[in-house]
């Protein structure tokens, strides 16, 4: 039962390690992909027009194809709690993600197969990636402070996949690992292929430890009439009522006819998705329209709910619409960093040994992170022993701080060419900028997870984190935006100009974090009354 499996002993629940290893493949997967999106278009994707992807285009397009992931997830959370449940969900997304991978192995090239695989696997992200992070919470009672451990090690997980997989793709791809083996013509060919099979690895390590999650994230169709698949939540000791309306189901029992709908439905809405990603136009009118209907939605829900949860969910609201601008300035990594590194930057690490740029750049954030989530996790107990821990919000502000730093390492860079006046500036300098900002991922994102999960009512747990995650994909939309911007005024240009105009940016990305992760610490006395009782 339940109660069982969250009175657990030790440090983790043993069910985290099957949602660990599912994760980090899944991870491998999707980081892959995206590591070598951006590449693969200005280089190999062939257009209509018979070209290649011009760089601020594909900047755009990255970002639109980051924004759509991200932007699913909400519809895959909202799905998860009402229809599928959070299993079910998981394994239709993992099923798409394996399907988009397998026609981009086919044929990569021509744009219209390099969409549609693309699309399968925006929306296999969409059910997979919030569910599965519910999931984690829901192994953990309320007020267990054991909670963000658990997220912090779950983040190492997914790092350890976005590190193997976001260095393994690029480098098949590139035709620099393997090259015995794979064709110089199949690389990209192979590259996709491997995040495919990896991706069935994720399903299929899911499917052999899903048994010991007993009744987490089963379909809440399935439960009984007046029988809820979890406990209603208590807040405080007894101070407020058990939820009512959680015990009433909506939904009559049995009904899998609203499942197949969606796995219907997903299916029918494949080529609009295709059609919306392939034209980052539509993109835009898809961002402008799904934020105000969450909203509008967060609102009715709050409708339902006692004031208590309501604050909390405002609380949540807060923490996303920050971490918009977290990811807007973090996501440069796929796009305009990517670019940067693949031009701008030397291929030589402490003079030692020579790394291929845009590999470290799709690995460097991911090695800190998987060094340094557990050191981080010791220091917020060691200071939670001493009772100086700070509390979610400044750490969200101390994340901005770090964010900032890490710009300003990036804007650095120009003062660091290997040799005045190449436009080639230092990847060690490069590096250090990463490392930098791994910190200020790490004051945020896993435990911006983990506050979702503690702020959010039992029935809204997968919106809840769908929401969280839409904010990503605002901020992969914004990263998009920013990136072109600097991309298109860098066109054309010598490599030192080029240097200068990413760098001018990356400058100015450093003052607006600075700021708000000022504001942010200004306005934590106030984010905490909403919280109330959570931390
Ligand atoms: N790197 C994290 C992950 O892939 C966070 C991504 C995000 O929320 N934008 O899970």
């Not at 698949?229 to 405080?236: D, K, L, R, T, Y």
Request: charged share 15%; hydrophobic share 50%; proline share 3%.
């Amino acid at each position: 039962t339940l109660e069982e499996i969250q009175s657990f002993e030790g440090k983790y629940p043993k069910q985290l390690w099957g949602l660990f290893f599912s994760e980090m493949w899944e991870r491998f997967c999707f980081y892959g992909m995206r590591g070598v999106l951006t590449y693969f278009m200005i280089t190999h994707l062939i257009l209509e027009n018979g070209e290649h992807m011009q760089e601020s285009q594909a900047n755009l397009q990255y970002g639109a194809t980051q924004a759509f992931v991200y932007a699913f997830t909400f519809i895959g959370g909202l799905f998860a709690d009402k229809i599928l449940g959070f299993r079910k969900s998981l394994f239709w997304g993992g099923i798409l993600m394996i399907i988009g991978s397998a026609i981009l192995a086919f044929d990569p090239f021509p744009e219209q197969n390099f969409f549609l695989g693309i699309s399968f696997t925006v929306i296999g992200t969409g059910f997979f990636k919030p569910n599965i992070s519910t999931m984690v919470g829901s192994l953990y009672k309320r007020g267990d402070s054991r909670r963000d451990a658990g997220f912090s090690l779950f983040y190492s997980g997914i790092n350890i996949g976005a590190l193997l997989g976001g260095y393994a793709c690029i480098a098949i791809g590139k035709g620099q690992l393997f090259t015995s083996f794979i064709p110089a013509d199949k690389t990209w060919n192979v590259a996709f292929g491997l995040a495919g099979v990896v991706m069935t690895i994720s399903l299929v390590t899911f499917i052999f430890t899903q048994k010991t999650l007993g009744p987490i994230g089963l379909s809440p169709l399935k439960s009984q009439d007046g029988e809820t698949e979890s406990v209603p939540e208590i807040e405080g000791i007894g101070t407020v009522q058990p939820e009512v309306t959680t015990v009433k189901r909506t939904v009559k029992s049995g009904k899998s006819w609203y499942e197949y709908a969606v796995y219907f439905g997903t299916l029918a809405f494949i080529p609009v998705v295709m059609t919306m990603v392939a034209k980052t136009e539509y993109t835009d009118w898809f961002m402008y329209i799904i934020g105000p209907c969450t909203l509008l939605y967060l609102g009715y829900e709050m409708t339902k709910h006692t004031w208590e949860e309501s604050k909390k969910l405002l609380a949540a609201l807060v923490f996303i619409i920050f971490s918009i601008v977290f990811w807007a300035f973090f996501e440069q990594s796929g796009g305009s960093l990517s670019i940067f590194a693949a031009k701008n930057l030397n291929n030589e690490v402490l003079g030692l040994f020579t790394l291929d740029p845009n590999g470290v750049n799709n690995a460097a954030n991911s090695i800190f992170v998987i060094v340094f989530a557990p050191i981080v996790g010791l220091v917020w107990i060691a200071m939670a022993k001493k009772k100086i821990e700070p509390n979610t919000v400044i750490k969200f502000g101390l994340g901005f701080l770090f964010l900032a730093g890490g710009f300003y390492t990036f804007y650095t860079t120009r003062f660091f060419e290997v040799v005045a006046g190449s436009g080639i500036a230092s990847l060690d300098v490069f590096v250090l900028a990463y490392f930098v900002i791994t910190f200020g991922e790490l004051c945020l994102s896993p435990i911006g997870l983990s506050i979702m999960t503690k702020l959010s009512p039992q029935r809204l747990q997968g919106v809840m984190m769908g929401m969280w995650f839409l904010a990503s994909a605002y901020g992969q939309y914004v990263a998009g935006i920013l990136g072109a911007g600097l991309s298109e005024a860098g066109e054309g240009d010598s490599l030192q100009q080029k240097l200068v105009t990413y760098t001018d940016g990356y400058l100015q990305l450093a003052i607006y974090a600075a700021i708000a992760g000022v504001v942010l610490i200004v306005i934590s006395p106030i984010v905490r009354k909403l919280m109330q009782d959570v931390k």
